[in-house]
Nanobody
């Protein structure tokens, strides 16, 4: 399995920046896709951004142009740079990793997801 630990959350004023980090350990060579999710107060968890093992990133519309996801495969790390933060970005942010393991050469992959414990981001004046 894969273990994930997030760090970097905190409180900032609107317009400020934060950089979240996520350290992966365990069966990291099986990691395919890594992503950041968030759960605002009283709402469901939602996808923020994802990045493939090859570095291809995707973003949801509300964060495009403000957030940037990156990945360091050598260090088993994924980052989320958040700029121009707004109050609606307030949420618990979670790191997510999708692993794919092929039990045999012709077998379909066994896909599993791992989650970190979350880190709080609060944007207020």
């Amino acid at each position: 399995q894969v273990q994930l630990v997030e760090s970097g959350g905190g409180s900032v004023q609107p317009g400020g920046s934060l950089r979240l980090s996520c350290a992966a350990s365990g069966r990291t060579r099986a990691i395919n896709l890594m992503a950041w999710y968030r759960q605002p107060p009283g709402k469901q968890r939602e996808l923020v951004a994802s990045v493939t093992s090859g570095g291809v990133a995707t973003y949801v519309d509300p964060v495009k142009g403000r957030f940037s996801i990156s990945r360091d495969n050598a260090l088993d790390m994924v980052y989320l740079q958040m700029n121009n933060l707004a109050p609606e970005d307030t949420a618990v942010y979670y790191c997510n990793a999708e692993t794919r393991v092929f039990p045999c050469i012709e077998c379909p992959p066994i896909v599993k997801e791992s989650w970190g414990q979350g880190t709080q981001v609060t944007v207020s004046s």
